[in-house]
């Protein structure tokens, strides 16, 4: 017999994640609510307005860019590499977060990240799509970007398969079609809701045609379950993989500070760090805007800033193991390279990488910080702050002076660098509000997953 | 009018799981039940075989990376010998990435373009979306139907045979004209 004052695990954690008597239906109201408003909340058109001003800014500079070419860029001899490939990393390991969300920590069985995949997911899209368009436009001649592709061609001419820069193509670009078909196979379900519920015929068209005539049979839901649990299978180490090829566009190289074995997990605990930080910074903001702080919890908000824990201090082991090889590899220009990055001229660029990614998680041992919203949001940022100095480190400072004191010089970006940076941020929350405005944030079919009377056995497996 | 079946309501998981197994030991074959997220245990109360999309999604995954392998080597072997700092043509290893990277593309493709097939979606016109009711199987209804082209099918039956196992909400789906 089960003593019903006695609550079951199932029960305990589905109060925690969505406290408060919730049941399918508000559940449906809640979420799909926010899709349907009638009146568009005025926080939402101002972050839209600044948004469209930041593309606009994008969008001249980017076409500044192709008429005059790369030259406008703070790129020198020797920095070849400047804010395009920082940018590049920085926006790739943004979009680690959604995939580790949705796939790894589904097989796990985590219900929590019900709460925060789809919003994971969708900030994946756009950070890769911001990630993408640098590649595309670094290349000076961006109407011949297509030689990345190995397609015939008149001049018989095809793509080294052996470097790291054609694997990185690879990557990314699989990355970013299979986070589509991810976030897509996700979203049928809710948009038959939304197309179920929808009040105008318009609406219900547009939907209903996303929809594809889903009706939540369990003939569809079984062979929908299985795609779901493979797609999850094989971005697991789709994702892990990614931000390794990344890595080996630098790694490969020759030169002293990124010649190293460490770079590939060292890259992957850094980017679901920064990844983890942009979740939180957004889903902050949209809980707020949204009153949906009854379905993405203090408890979620805590739990990721665990795992901003545990990343933070993967990466600051792989600081500091760079400098223990760096002494121990007895190489002088290893030595130097590493020395150089914490006491030469970009130290405060080190400084501030260190105290973003190594100090600032440390607070998370303590629950009070993990569950401080205003001191969450302002940590969350800085992370990504943090993030950007580390890849500021690794490209600009490991450039600047390599081998041959003649050839040192200093590195200083131009405004256009500046600006295409910030542009992306256009790109990005343009994508974003739109996804806001329109589509649910939260996966409805996967959030009444975490009710223990979605469960038709619970009752009887405690 | 043309009818094309009949479903019933059911007020929460457990009793459409019950109404599964019971409609599955009546002997109806062309029945399905209906809820706003998948159930655990569906699958065995409906008596449904696993799922076959495993299969095509491996067939796809190894054509993937067979194509990966295949255009790296015939690009480098055959078609573009291309010598840089006089490393090997057939450079194997420095092919793993890509090969692997195209399993994982052609498998995510098997997996969603799969499950569209096996589900037969898109298809905007169902019987089920004849009933009114039914559209809140997408929010918070769980729904048995059973179609017509049932062999064990009779309205009258069916009807009553529902209402037996504590279904409510019986409504026959008929199209407009």
Redesign the interface.
């Known amino acids: 017999m089960i003593d019903h004052k006695i609550k079951s695990k199932a029960e305990i954690r589905a109060e925690k994640l969505l406290p408060g008597n919730q ?3 508000t559940i ?1 109201d809640d979420i ?1 609510g926010v899709p349907e408003q009638k009146k568009t909340p005025i926080q939402w058109w101002l972050l839209f307005g600044l948004a469209l001003s930041l593309l606009a800014i994008f969008a001249g500079s980017v076409g500044f860019l192709i008429w005059e070419g790369t030259g406008i860029w703070g790129i020198n001899n020797p920095v070849f590499w400047g804010w395009a490939i920082i940018n590049f990393v920085w926006w790739v390991g943004i979009g680690h977060a959604g995939t580790l969300i949705s796939a790894i920590l589904h097989l796990f069985r985590q219900n929590w990240r019900n709460a925060i995949n789809r919003f994971a997911e969708t900030m994946t899209l756009f950070a890769v799509i911001c990630a993408l368009v640098f590649p595309g436009i670094h290349v000076g001649r961006i109407w011949v970007a297509y030689w990345f592709l ?1 397609i015939p061609n008149q001049m ?7 470097s790291p820069l ?2 990185d193509f ?2 990314v670009f ?1 990355y970013f ?2 986070s589509l ?2 976030w ?2 996700g979203l049928i ?1 809710d948009l ?2 939304l ?3 929808a009040k105008t015929n318009l609406k219900r068209k547009i939907y ?2 996303f929809a ?16 779901y649990l ?2 999850a299978g ?2 697991t ?2 994702v892990l ?1 990614v931000h390794s ?1 990344v890595s080996s566009d630098f790694a490969t190289s020759v030169i002293p500070g990124w010649h190293t074995t460490i770079f590939p997990p060292y890259f992957v605990a850094g980017a679901i760090y920064s990844g983890f930080g942009m979740v939180m910074t957004l889903s902050i903001i949209a809980r707020k805007v949204y009153n949906l702080g009854h379905i993405i919890t203090l408890e979620h908000l805590d739990k990721m800033a665990q795992i901003m824990l545990l990343t933070g201090c993967m990466v600051g082991y792989a600081y500091s193991m760079e400098f223990f090889v760096a002494w121990y590899s007895g190489n002088a220009y290893e030595s130097f390279a590493f020395v150089n990055r914490a006491l030469g001229p970009y130290w405060w660029g080190y400084w501030a990488m260190i105290f973003c990614n190594v100090v600032v998680p440390q607070f998370f041992w303590f629950e009070r910080y993990r569950r401080h919203i205003p001191f969450l949001f302002i940590t969350s940022i800085l992370v990504n702050i943090g993030m950007w100095f580390e890849r500021f480190v690794i490209v600009v400072i490991t450039l600047h002076r390599d081998f041959m004191p003649g050839a040192w010089a200093m590195y200083n970006p131009t405004i256009f660098d500046v600006s295409i940076y910030i542009g992306t941020f256009g790109l990005f929350f343009t994508g974003f509000l739109l996804f806001l405005r329109f589509l649910p944030m939260v996966s ?3 959030a ?2 975490v009710l223990p ?5 619970h009752g009887h497996e405690e | 009018m043309n009818t094309y079946g009949v479903i019933a309501r059911f007020n ?3 009793e ?2 019950h109404a ?1 197994e019971k409609v599955r030991d009546a002997g109806f074959t062309d029945f ?12 065995d109360a ?1 008596g ?1 075989k696993r ?1 076959k ?2 299969y095509l ?1 491996g067939v796809m ?1 190894l054509t993937g990376a067979l194509f990966g392998f295949g ?2 080597t015939w ?2 072997s055959i ?2 010998p ?1 010598n ?1 700092s006089g ?1 090997p043509f057939f ?1 194997y290893p ?2 793993a ?2 090969t ?3 399993m ?2 052609f ?3 098997g ?2 373009f ?3 097939y ?2 037969s ?6 019987p ?2 004849y009933s009114d009711k039914f ?6 209804a769980f729904y048995v ?1 059973i179609e017509i082209s049932d062999p064990k099918y009779n309205e009258q039956e069916v009807k009553s045979f529902l209402d037996k196992i504590g279904g409510t909400d019986i409504e026959v789906l008929k199209d407009e004209n």
């Open positions: 049941d399918f239906t449906t799909a190995p018989g001419m095809w793509p080294n398969m052996r054609i694997w690879f990557a699989t079609t299979v078909l991810f897509y196979t379900p038959a809701t197309r179920d519920r209903g045609f594809l005539g889903w009706r939540g049979g369990n003939r569809q839901w079984q062979h929908y379950e299985l795609a493979v797609l094989i971005s180490p789709l993989s090829v409805i079919a996967e009444k997953l009377e979605s469960n038709p056995h | 929460d998981p457990v459409l799981v599964a399905d039940c209906h809820s706003p997220f998948p159930i655990h245990g569906m699958d409906m449904l799922s999309l495993g999604i995954g255009l790296q690009i480098h078609e573009y291309m840089i490393k450079a420095a092919y990435i890509i692997f990277e195209l994982v593309l498998s995510a493709f997996a969603v799969g499950m569209m096996f589900n979606i898109p298809r905007f016109h169902h089920v979306f559209s809140r199987v997408t929010s918070d139907s």
